[in-house]
């Protein structure tokens, strides 16, 4: 058996990433709440870039459900704390990895974690946990990579002096302590992401319209696929090493969506254009949640 070395591991990165890169890579800290779906496969893709150390928090358990799309579930892992199961796959990727892993307290946690880490990456879904996540990035200067609830792969950049995603779409967690941030509101803030996604991309030709509204109006858990979850993943991890290596270019605090149906970027739509499609899409939603 071939003893592992970080400089073979890493070999074949060279002509995407420089010596002096990678070498960068493996001493930068990133930092990952929730680490199933797109959070996972972010997770995953650095570890296999070669960055060297991580803090990883999750307050789950895999289960059955979550082997259509999450990397680290496994028949193995049905059960494990997904943090920890996690952990212990990516040292099977790299021995060397240095990772803490967190649970719960994540939150409370954040002003000890953002300085120590190069960039921070969304992979929760709880409305306050990510209120306050946002927060907490701006406070300390962190730019934080995030992606929408859609059924087309998303990516965020948001820098620290950019909008948080709350003031954007105009949540009611707006001005709220996290802790004090409701299960209501919480369903509000996903329709607010939701109407967004409608508006600004053509996320409802490529969806079954009935589950949607279930969905929406609580009846049922979200839907994912796995092409469309570690797709987002990926693109959140190249826009990680991108921030890390100080790269040009890369996406912005609105994003843009990756329609591979069409073959076509779909990027924000103008105010006005925004504003009449918006009327639409109320309505539309309207109906839905009605039937």
């Known amino acids: 058996m071939t003893a592992f070395t970080y400089a073979e591991m890493t070999t074949r990165n060279r002509g995407f990433v420089s010596e002096a890169e990678q070498a960068r890579l493996r001493e930068a800290c990133v930092f990952i709440p929730g680490v199933g779906g797109m959070g996972g496969a972010a997770f995953m893709a650095l ?77 929760t879904d709880d409305a306050a946990a990510g209120a306050e996540y946002y927060r907490q990035c701006r406070a300390h200067g962190r730019t934080l990579i995030d992606a929408y609830a859609a059924p087309l792969p998303s990516v965020t950049v948001v820098r620290p002096g950019d909008p948080r995603l709350e003031e954007r779409l105009g949540y009611p967690t707006v001005g709220v302590p996290w802790q004090a941030i409701t299960k209501d509101m919480g369903v509000e803030c996903l329709m607010k992401e939701i109407e967004y996604v409608l508006v600004h991309s053509s996320s409802h030709k490529y969806v079954d319209l009935d589950v949607a509204g279930e969905v929406a109006a609580g009846k049922r858990s979200r839907f994912s696929f796995s092409t469309i979850v570690t797709f987002a993943g990926t693109m959140m991890a190249e826009e990680a090493i991108r921030v890390i290596l100080g790269r040009p270019g890369g996406t912005d605090y609105r994003g843009y969506f990756f329609n591979a149906h069409a073959q076509r970027v779909e990027r924000p739509l103008s105010a006005p254009l925004a504003f009449a499609k918006r009327a639409l899409v109320r309505r539309f939603m309207a109906r839905l949640l009605a039937e």
């Not at 990397?71 to 049905?78: Q, S, V």
């Open 47 to 123: 570890v296999r870039a070669g960055v060297g150390r991580f803090v990883i928090a999750d307050l789950d358990v895999f289960e059955v459900s979550n082997l259509n799309r999450q990397l680290f579930a496994r028949a193995d892992t049905i059960g494990q704390l997904k943090a920890e199961a996690a952990a212990r796959l990516a040292h099977e990727i790299n021995p060397e990895l240095q990772i803490e892993v967190l649970g719960r307290e994540w939150t409370g946690r954040l002003p000890d974690i953002l300085p120590r880490v190069a960039v921070a990456i969304n992979g």
